[in-house]
């Protein structure tokens, strides 16, 4: 059952790719649902809304269920404003005018700080960090980055990278924990498990996201980049351990999701590096934005469509 599967969706990458990156008149496909509530990992003070009695009319735009349906459809995310939001970008590759509009839009759009997934140059020369450095320094909001593997592929060690920020890291933004996460060497070793491990144990917090660059699992097989070749399994049992928020994380070059065990496992690579699936598969330039409201999060997708593609 599995390889019928992969293989239809290879059908599928086949036919879509056979498509040809639209024109500048044509319209883009749009990616699956964009706005996606993320579980509540820890009960919250308020008990949830008791279900309507059974002869009582629904609220006023709301969908019935089909007949003989055994749940109705769950509701939608909550409209309230959200306590405070930040962003998340991934593989933003070099100074671009996508990542100038990137770190622009999120500081108006009053986003408290931005979690960039790594890849943030092509080779990770001294130089490329340093440019990278001055463009996040001049933004209106702070910038926490990852190592990707890129960034340390010049010197094949973080020592670079280090030279401008922590090799792993984590903070607290008020209820929530932010883990970054050091997986750069596509693997991640039992010295970096046991430091998560650690930090998740210590935190108090209630909302907990973990971010990284290599993606513990892919969704559907991608001949350009894997996942992690050694440590997947291991890092996703303790984020259901510690009950996990979600785990951004970025190295394929487009946005999908998927949850395994009820930790939503995001993908977002789409800030700046050439893209590496078709539209239909998520093969779109965009950031996400990540609405924090008590102890519940959900994202949604910034698509940047009529932004400048990054030039070679």
């Not at 010049?154 to 903070?171: G, I, L, M, N």
Request: hydrophobic share 40%; charged share 15%.
């Amino acid at each position: 059952m599995r390889a019928r599967r992969v293989a239809a969706l290879l059908l599928l990458i086949a036919a879509a790719g056979c498509a040809g990156t639209p024109g500048p008149g044509d319209p883009l496909p749009t990616l699956p649902p964009v706005v996606q509530p993320l579980a509540t990992r820890i009960p919250t003070s308020t008990p949830p809304p008791a279900p309507p009695a059974a002869n009582e009319a629904p609220a006023a735009g709301a969908a019935n269920p089909a007949p003989g349906a055994a749940n109705p459809a769950p509701p939608a995310p909550s409209a309230s404003p959200p306590d405070w939001t930040f962003s998340v970008v991934g593989d933003t590759w070099k100074d671009t005018p996508m990542l100038r509009y990137i770190l622009q839009d999120a500081a108006a759009q009053g986003d408290v700080l931005q979690v960039n997934l790594g890849d943030l140059t092509p080779q990770g020369r001294p130089e490329q960090l340093a440019d990278f450095a001055r463009v996040i320094g001049a933004a209106a909001l702070p910038v926490f980055p990852v190592p990707g593997n890129h960034d340390v592929a010049w010197s094949k060690t973080t020592a670079p990278f280090e030279q401008y920020w922590p090799r792993h890291q984590s903070f607290d933004r008020q209820n929530a924990h932010f883990t970054l996460v050091d997986d750069s060497a596509v693997t991640l070793d039992q010295a970096e498990l046991d430091w998560i491990d650690a930090d998740l144990s210590a935190t108090q917090q209630p909302v907990k996201f973990v971010f990284m660059h290599v993606p513990a699992l892919m969704p559907y097989p991608v001949p350009a980049e894997s996942a992690l070749q050694a440590g997947g399994p291991e890092f996703m049992a303790l984020m259901e351990k510690h009950h996990v928020t979600a785990v951004y994380a970025g190295h394929l070059h487009a946005y999908t999701r998927v949850e395994r065990n009820g930790i939503p496992y995001i993908i977002t690579g789409g800030g700046g590096e050439p893209l590496h699936v078709p539209a239909l598969l998520g093969g779109r330039y965009h950031y996400v934005r990540v609405a924090v409201r008590g102890t519940t999060a959900s994202d949604t997708v910034v698509l940047l469509n009529n932004v400048p593609t990054p030039g070679p």
